[in-house]
T-cell receptor, first 116, second 113 residues
Framework: NAGVMQNPRHLVRRRGQEARLRCSPV?????VYWYRQLPEEGLKFMVYLQKENIIDESGMPKERFSAEFPKEGPSILRIQQVVRGDSAAYFC??????????????FGNGTRLTVT | TQLLEQSPQFLSIQEGENLTVYCNSSSVFSSLQWYRQEPGEGPVLLVTVVTGGEVKKLKRLTFQFGDARKDSSLHITAAQPGDTGLYLCAGVEGGGSNYKLTFGKGTLLTVNP
């Protein structure tokens, strides 16, 4: 019974390159959330998706960042033209229903992005 | 923006000691969750508290939600090295955004054998 799977676990990119982070939710979960954890800071909400829909992207920078959760396949967080400030741990979480309705989040082990 | 302040930021104790960590906010949350995160891993949910004044126990861990639902505490009795980790509290916003978690920065606990 696999949990949330994120890959890669570690990703190194040079400034200006693109980073693609993948997340496969727990089987049967249709709600996916992305959070970012910067050094010395707490986890910050970025985006909430359901299959083929972005529900709330209010925590995601307006430029260079995008997210999708297609009908088939994993959710993808894409960062274009990465800058050093994008270096962080990116966590994906999933739930069977919208969290807050007594439906807890299941987090993956994150992707640690380093921009050189 | 709702904020959660956790204290202390760091705590190092000896095995067998008791400890309490705190999570405070000026805002009201519809519920509050506590997570533990180990190095290189994602947070793992420990408990959710919903009702003001609620107390929940998980073995040696006791969680309390303040009467006004603005603060919470986690008390660990007879700490063990296996309790070492980053303890995060997270508030669930109410209303239409009740899926968003607002996390504190965490308390990094080290229990020395």
């Amino acid at each position: 019974n696999a949990g949330v799977m994120q890959n890669p676990r570690h990703l190194v990119r040079r400034r200006g390159q693109e980073a693609r982070l993948r997340c496969s939710p727990v089987k049967g979960h249709s709600h996916v959330y992305w959070y970012r954890q910067l050094p010395e800071e707490g986890l910050k909400f970025m985006v909430y998706l359901q299959k083929e829909n972005i529900i709330d992207e209010s925590g995601m920078p307006k430029e260079r960042f995008s997210a999708e959760f297609p009908k088939e396949g994993p959710s993808i967080l894409r960062i274009q033209q990465v800058v050093r400030g994008d270096s962080a741990a990116y966590f994906c979480a999933s739930s069977p229903r919208r969290t807050g309705d007594n439906s807890p989040l299941h987090f993956g082990n994150g992707t640690r992005l380093t921009v050189t | 923006t709702q904020l959660l302040e956790q204290s202390p930021q760091f705590l190092s104790i000896q095995e067998g000691e008791n400890l309490t960590v705190y999570c405070n906010s000026s805002s009201v949350f519809s519920s509050l969750q506590w997570y533990r995160q180990e190095p290189g891993e994602g947070p793992v949910l420990l408990v959710t508290v919903v009702t003001g004044g609620e107390v929940k126990k998980l073995k040696r861990l006791t969680f309390q939600f303040g009467d006004a639902r603005k603060d919470s505490s986690l008390h660990i009795t007879a700490a063990q090295p296996g309790d070492t980790g980053l303890y995060l509290c997270a508030g669930v916003e109410g209303g239409g955004s009740n899926y968003k978690l607002t996390f504190g920065k965490g308390t990094l606990l080290t229990v020395n054998p």
